[in-house]
């Protein structure tokens, strides 16, 4: 739980940021694709999400305590995740196809939103779990001033695909507590190939040094920490996302101090039948030369994955409940 004077300062930000917020929203330019287009007159940009300032709505597809997290954010009650629809980077092998590129989600006012959140926080979440909410930030602020105003005392996690501006993550500064970013690509050609976003090693580059200006690293040792930055990648085959130019580039940034969670998980979903070179899921000793990698380049904090991951992470959103089973936690640290 979050000190009261944390809380209240949260709050304070969480009004100030609606505002600057509103106003970016004008010419969104919120994630790396810099639509420039004014979200308050309806125009969509390449997350087709459209927002309304009259009767701000928001479409989530799930709001649950989620078990298949990194250990640090399961805890014992669970993350309370809330998975939002629509994405504003929809890779071709994305495992949340059904949110991301479908539309599967239902929408709900910020008092919704905002009751969820506390149902969270009643039901035992140990945090709050926003799940790819960059292109909806605005009802989601909406709903967590209401929160927090209200009840909530938990940490915030922004958990997110690493493609947002530099100016949009300073106005989550004070808000978000711990960021949780999946840096896909460290390839260009493949952030093109499968985001159509070849710019999206270098904003999300930009993007991971502001959020560790923000709250610097998770501290792994403290067990009570609720802050910091945790770090993910999906390890895809034949080294396509370039893996290992990626783990070079933290090293060389000073980064290996942030937990690294490794992904093992990928498996081909949705469109990736379509490229041959993903077609398939990753090899085991694919995934152990990676670890290995990291491991002799002095990485401190890393979790990794067992086998079974890769079935165990799919999630069906036509369910009430995503993921089949309250599954047991399979990141472990080296
Ligand atoms: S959040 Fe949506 S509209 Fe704004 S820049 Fe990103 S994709 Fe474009």
């Not at 209200?150 to 808000?175: A, D, W």
């Not at 978000?176 to 190939?193: G, N, Q, T």
């Not at 200006?213 to 501290?219: A, C, E, F, M, S």
Request: glycine content about 6%; overall charge negative; some cysteine.
């Amino acid at each position: 739980m979050l000190s009261e004077c944390t809380r209240q300062k949260k709050i304070a930000r969480l009004r100030q940021a609606t505002h600057q917020l509103r106003v970016m929203l004008q010419a969104c330019r919120c994630c790396g694709r810099e639509c420039g287009v004014n979200r308050w007159e309806g125009q969509l940009g390449v997350c087709r999400t459209p927002l309304s300032l009259v009767s701000p709505q928001v479409r989530y597809a799930s709001a649950t305590l989620h078990f298949g997290e990194e250990p640090m954010l399961v805890g014992t009650g669970g993350s309370g995740t809330v998975f939002f629809t629509h994405c504003n980077l929809r890779c071709v092998f994305c495992q949340n196809y059904q949110i991301s590129w479908e539309g599967l989600g239902r929408d709900a006012t910020v008092d919704e939103l905002a009751r969820d959140f506390c149902e969270l926080q009643r039901k035992g979440a140990g945090n709050i779990n926003l799940v790819t909410a960059t292109h909806c930030m605005y009802p989601v602020l909406l709903a967590l001033q209401k929160a927090y105003e209200t009840e909530v005392q938990l940490p915030l996690v922004f958990n997110t695909n690493g493609y947002e501006m530099v100016e949009f993550l300073r106005c989550l500064e004070g808000i978000v507590d711990i960021y949780l970013p999946d840096l896909k690509y460290m390839d260009r050609k493949a952030a093109a190939r499968y985001s159509a976003a070849p710019n999206y090693p270098q904003i999300a580059c930009e993007a991971i040094r502001e959020m560790y200006r923000q709250v610097g690293p998770y501290d792994v040792e403290t067990s009570s920490s609720q802050r910091g930055v945790i770090l993910r990648h999906l390890v895809l085959p034949d080294n396509v996302a370039g893996t290992y130019d990626l783990l070079l580039w933290l090293k060389d940034e000073g980064l290996t101090d942030i937990p690294l969670s490794l992904m093992s998980q990928y498996t081909p979903q949705h469109r990736a039948a379509d490229y041959p070179e993903i077609a398939r899921s990753l090899s085991w000793r694919e995934y152990e030369d990676v670890v290995q990698y990291a491991l002799d380049l002095g990485f401190e904090h890393l979790l990794v994955q067992e086998c079974e991951s890769q079935n165990v992470f799919l999630p069906d959103f036509t369910r009430q409940e995503p993921f089949v089973q309250r599954e047991e936690t399979t990141g472990s640290s080296v």
